[in-house]
């Protein structure tokens, strides 16, 4: 409503303003066209071209309208005859409309602009018009306006520049996301990287795109990755998963996106995740204190190593060691003294195993020991026999030395048991009867001295009743 009283005010004003440049270029008129001349132009213009053509007054009514109005416009030429041109000029364009024909007055210039006209159907056309001013016979100023439709070329400016910006936003997201992308054609040929991608290859765009991703990252794709990137480009699947990148010390998540004609990969740095992931596993896994595997990780590689050696028909060994008499050093020297024992006393025990050997703290001065793929019996007891030495060797703390025995108990699959759970107590039978014997010793399970153990707790329980 605002805009609509704001053009009655400039059209008012604007033919007030003709009226007067129009009584000055009565006293020159030689500087205008005449009438006959505008009309050779409009009849040669009318019979080769479909534009519109028309006359208007310096009150800006037609006074001359061409056929062709009424197949572009749908207005027959009496429908205009009479009316201001501003009648059908949309309202956002009437002041430029306005402009131009204030500069056409006072420079007496052909000029040209664009605007929409109001089809008899009520939508818009755009045209780009030409207008000129020529003096008629009887000496009143008019002016020729050519208009050109210009609709399709205008909704395909639109188009073209709505993909512009769309491409704009999206290069600008592309530029400032935190994944690296990769783009690349049917024929492994890259076809874009974003600055993160340039970052993390530490090659720019300029000397990769073009080139085979394989000649580009000769050293950093794996045969997996490609694998998963052939899938992905020759089926046109979406792949996602996880590769860490040696060479830039990296994980990353990775996420195809196929087209038709190329495919779009994302590198997502995961790198933090895996570590705490694993921080996480680790602290599942791992006694706190010794830093050692826990029991959990124990038992699950035993059942592990069980399945092997039952496949494979090989001798395991399970051993369980009590440290001797620590409650003592616990009760008179306090929990730190022990705690830094017991870190010794693991990383001895480790020192005395083979690679792929297993180490477990099982709790307080308990440790559980796995030897795979043993050939006999004495493979273990020598390993037994090297911790007990080991373990002769004083600990210093505060410039103390403390010395340390241990009791240990051996069983093996599959002459003592089948699973893990009978192996650990047929052990724990095992190394109750070391500490029997005075500690500092191993022993080796055996049905006899199970039977010695049950035998020995029989008696005991009648001495008590007794």
């Not at 895996?274 to 791992?286: F, N, P, S, V």
Request: neutral net charge.
């Amino acid at each position: 409503m605002k805009e609509q009283v704001n053009n009655k005010i400039f059209i008012t004003q604007f033919l007030l303003e003709i009226k007067q440049l129009v009584e000055e270029l009565k006293h020159d008129s030689n500087k205008l066209p005449s009438e006959s001349e505008c009309e050779e132009v409009k009849i040669t213009i009318v019979e080769n071209n479909f534009d519109l053509i028309y006359k208007i007054s310096m009150e800006c009514r037609y006074i001359d309208v061409s056929p062709n109005h009424q197949v572009i416009l749908g207005y027959k030429p009496d429908d205009l005859i009479n009316k201001r041109i501003f009648d059908i000029i949309h309202p956002e364009d009437i002041p430029n409309v306005i402009r131009v024909g204030k500069e056409l007055i006072k420079k007496l210039n052909s000029n040209k602009f664009i605007h929409r006209l109001k089809h008899k159907k009520d939508h818009w056309l755009w045209f780009e018009s030409a207008v000129k001013l020529y003096q008629s016979q009887t000496g009143e100023l008019k002016a020729l306006i050519i208009s050109r439709d210009i609709t399709d070329n205008k909704k395909s400016q639109e188009v073209l520049e709505k993909r512009l910006v769309l491409f704009e936003q999206i290069n600008s997201l592309l530029n400032n996301i935190k994944e690296a992308i990769c783009c690349v054609d049917n024929n492994w040929l890259i076809t874009y990287l974003n600055p993160e991608a340039e970052r993390i290859f530490m090659k720019s765009g300029e000397k990769l795109v073009g080139k085979s991703v394989w000649e580009a990252f000769p050293d950093n794709f794996s045969l997996k990755v490609y694998k998963k990137l052939k899938q992905a480009l020759e089926q046109k699947n979406h792949v996602r998963f996880e590769e860490y990148f040696r060479e830039f010390n990296i994980w990353y998540e990775v996420r195809t996106y196929p087209s038709q004609q190329s495919l779009i990969v994302y590198f997502n740095d995961i790198t933090e995740r895996k570590k705490r992931e694993e921080e996480i596993m680790h602290a599942a896994y791992h006694d706190p204190l010794t830093n050692v595997p826990n029991r959990k990780f124990f038992k699950e590689c035993l059942n592990k190593e069980i399945a092997k050696a039952k496949r494979n028909k090989s001798m395991l060994s399970v051993m369980f060691l009590d440290l001797d008499k620590f409650k003592v050093i616990n009760d008179t020297l306090g929990h730190d003294v022990g705690d830094q024992i017991l870190k010794s006393v693991a990383k001895r025990l480790a020192s005395c195993l083979r690679e792929g050997d297993t180490i477990a703290r099982m709790g307080g001065d308990e440790f559980l020991l796995l030897l795979p793929d043993i050939e006999q019996a004495s493979d273990a007891e020598i390993v037994a026999k090297r911790i007990l030495n080991t373990l002769k060797q004083p600990f210093t703390f505060g410039g103390h030395e403390f010395h340390i025995t241990t009791s240990i108990g051996i069983t093996f699959y599959c002459n003592d048991g089948e699973n893990s759970d009978t192996l650990f107590k047929k052990a724990d039978v095992a190394m109750y009867t070391a500490k029997e014997k005075g500690g500092n010793t191993y022993e080796n399970y055996s049905q006899k001295l199970a039977m010695d153990i049950v035998l020995d707790d029989t008696a005991k329980e009648d001495n008590r009743r007794k």
